[in-house]
């Protein structure tokens, strides 16, 4: 079974920072893109960043210059190191990932982190 865990989120104040992790496991043969969303209560899932099996990036408008992701192919793991965190930035955060197993591809989510940023 091919699946994606988050770990790193929790309770930061304004202006901190914090490091979300998200490692893919299962039969991998490859991983594509890998990107970060988050959720916030009674709002859109939107896209905060994403990063190529290349390690081309891109981010949403809202958080360059303060979010930076990166990924570790031999760990299979995406990265994203938050700073100058905002109350704005609280919300859900999930992984996605394109992975190829031996039985196919998949558009995975994981069970998504909590990312707290109090004023």
């Known amino acids: 079974q091919v699946q994606l865990v988050e770990s790193g989120g929790g309770l930061v104040q304004a202006g901190g920072s914090l490091r979300l992790s998200c490692a893919a496991s299962?039969?991998?043969?490859?991983?594509?893109?890998m990107g970060w969303y988050r959720q916030a209560p009674g709002k859109q899932r939107e896209l905060v960043a994403r990063i190529t099996s290349g390690g081309s990036t891109n981010y949403a408008d809202s958080v360059k210059d303060r979010f930076t992701i990166s990924r570790d192919n031999a760990k299979n793991t995406v990265y994203l190191q938050m700073a100058s965190l905002k109350p704005d930035d609280t919300a859900v955060y999930l992984c996605?990932?394109?992975?190829?197993?031996?039985?196919?591809?998949?558009?995975?989510w994981g069970q998504g982190t909590q990312v707290t940023v109090s004023s």
């Open positions: 299962g039969s991998i043969l490859s991983i594509g893109t």
């Open positions: 996605n990932a394109g992975v190829i197993s031996r039985r196919g591809y998949y558009d995975l």
